[in-house]
């Protein structure tokens, strides 16, 4: 069975940071890509960041570009967003998904297959 299960969401002062990690199971996702995605109440899910299986085409959405930073360890089945100078508008749930894709780059929203529970970010101001 799938699953992705993400943990390190929490509580924050704004200007704080947090590190989210994914961690995957159920297969090697070696050569899926991972994204972030987050949701806060009312809104639209949001593409925060992706990463290609490979580490060589990594995505930020401008709204954290300079701020969080997305890895992997395949060996682990990992990945990670590190959260820096996090601001009230990071407010959200957090969710990590896995896509595997055959072409050079990271998936559309559309394309990730597998999903994981999320985790509460809250920041404050």
């Known amino acids: 069975q799938v699953q992705l299960v993400e943990s390190g969401g929490g509580l924050v002062q704004a200007g704080g940071s947090l590190r989210l990690s994914c961690a995957a199971s159920g297969r090697t996702f070696s050569r899926d890509a991972m994204g972030w995605f987050r949701q806060a109440p009312g809104k639209e899910r949001e593409y925060v960041a992706a990463?290609?299986?490979?580490?060589?085409?990594?995505y930020y959405a401008d709204s954290v570009k300079g701020r969080f930073t997305i890895s992997r360890d395949n060996a682990k089945n990992m990945v990670y967003l590190q959260m820096n100078s996090l601001k009230p508008e990071d407010t959200a749930v957090y969710y990590c998904?896995?896509?595997?894709?055959?072409?050079?780059?990271?998936?559309?929203?559309?394309?990730?297959?597998?999903w994981g529970q999320g985790t509460q970010v809250t920041v404050s101001s």
């Open positions: 990463i290609r299986w490979s580490g060589d085409s990594i």
């Open positions: 998904a896995a896509g595997r894709i055959l072409r050079v780059g990271v998936p559309a929203p559309y394309e990730y297959d597998y």
